[in-house]
């Protein structure tokens, strides 16, 4: 018998394919992902923070006391890299405004002239009028002014010679204060109601809906002017201000209501909804668990264009008296200034804080409007 042997079998190549691995992305890497794309939406996110930051830190970024006077409706002080015979400098300065002896033909006021003997050099981080930070770290710098503490008026002065700047950034804090605590009561209570009369329907959401449409019936306007005058004119700031919070957040709840009850109505029906009742899941569950992750999307693009509608109706309840009372500082206060016709063609500075209004109404619906596109997946 033959024998062979046998030969071992030729050796296996293994050929590995690289494949390319791709890390897990969250929703909201995603959302902010398609946010970049958007230069309108990062353009308004940019201003936001930027708006926010000056809030916060409001009495620093203010170059004078909003409370200090001088020279009243003094015209705005133009910087300038020349001295008086025109030579170029570097350091960055103002010239002192003075009074004269001639008088406004109109207003009868003394017409306000340039010192140009008496320059006021600028920087930044000088010492100036003394705050609290956060009301309660005591400092005294400021992030620009003059550097010998002289007061400087970039936007000029009101009729009590107070520093329109300074008093357009401290106001901003209440402005948006008042908007974003208006539009985050308004987001708590008609994201609620319109979760539950959504998910429950049947005859609890018939007449919860008959009652936001009795809400959203209202002519908001003269009922906000007749609220807001049932407060006596010697209550404190804080009630006052408290009363104007409640009663634009009472009124404004009822739209987001509805618009989160129509979301609501649409993912009642998902199956993987229908599924959790059918293994027995608490209506509770239900909701903060499948729905509302889902209808937040939404909520967080009604919030960012809601905020600019609040912002421009604090400015005109406040430009009407009905809004904030001295001693605080809002943008729509500071624009009673304007209310007759000869004050805007003498002195029309004194409307530099409808820009401010309007960078604020811009960022957040820039924003907005960018996240809308984000937050779609369609």
């Known amino acids: 018998m033959l024998a062979f042997d046998s030969a071992p079998p030729p050796p296996t190549t293994e050929i590995s394919i690289n494949k390319p691995s791709r890390g897990h992305e969250s929703y909201i890497a995603l959302v902010w992902r398609r946010l970049r794309r958007s230069w309108t939406g990062m353009a308004g996110l940019v201003l936001v923070v930027l708006l926010i930051v000056m809030a916060i830190f409001a009495d620093f970024f203010a170059p004078m006391d909003p409370k ?7 015209p705005p002080q133009v910087m300038s890299f020349h001295d008086k015979d025109g030579n170029f400098v570097f ?4 010239y002192a405004l003075s009074d004269s002896e001639e008088l406004d033909p109109v207003t009868f006021q003394p017409i306000v002239g340039i010192d140009y003997d008496n320059p006021r050099l600028l920087g930044f981080f000088v010492k100036g009028a003394e705050y609290r930070l956060f009301g309660l770290i005591p400092a005294s710098r400021h992030f620009f002014g003059s550097t010998d503490g002289q007061p400087v008026h970039f936007l000029g002065t009101d009729k009590f010679g107070r520093d329109v700047l300074s008093r357009a950034i401290i106001g901003s804090r209440i402005s948006l204060t008042i908007a974003l605590t208006v539009v985050f009561i308004v987001t708590i209570i008609g994201t609620t109601v319109g979760m539950v009369s959504g998910y429950f329907g049947g005859t609890f959401d018939i007449w919860l809906q008959r009652f936001v449409e009795l809400v959203l019936a209202f002519p908001q306007l003269p009922l906000y002017l007749a609220l807001t005058s049932l ?8 009630v006052f201000l408290a009363f104007v919070i409640a009663v634009m957040s009472a009124l404004g709840w009822a739209q987001m209501s509805r618009e989160v009850r129509g979301k609501t109505l649409a993912l009642a029906r998902i199956e993987y909804v229908r599924a959790a009742m059918a293994v027995g899941a ?8 499948h729905i509302f992750p889902n209808v937040m999307s939404h909520v967080i693009v009604a919030v960012t264009l809601h905020i600019p509608s609040v912002v421009l109706l604090e400015s005109f309840l406040g430009f009407l008296g009905f809004a904030v009372k001295p001693p605080l500082i809002s943008w729509g206060l500071m624009l009673q200034d304007t209310a007759t016709y000869s004050v805007i063609g003498s002195y029309p500075w004194i409307l530099s804080p409808v820009g401010f209004v309007l960078v604020t109404v811009f960022a957040f619906n820039a924003l907005g409007d960018g996240l809308r596109d984000a937050v779609d997946p369609y």
């Open 68 to 74: 200090a006077t001088d020279v009243g409706f003094a």
């Open 91 to 94: 350091q960055p300065r103002v």
């Open 231 to 238: 407060i006596p004119v010697t209550a404190p700031t804080n």
């Open 282 to 289: 608490t209506d509770t569950r239900i909701i903060m668990q």
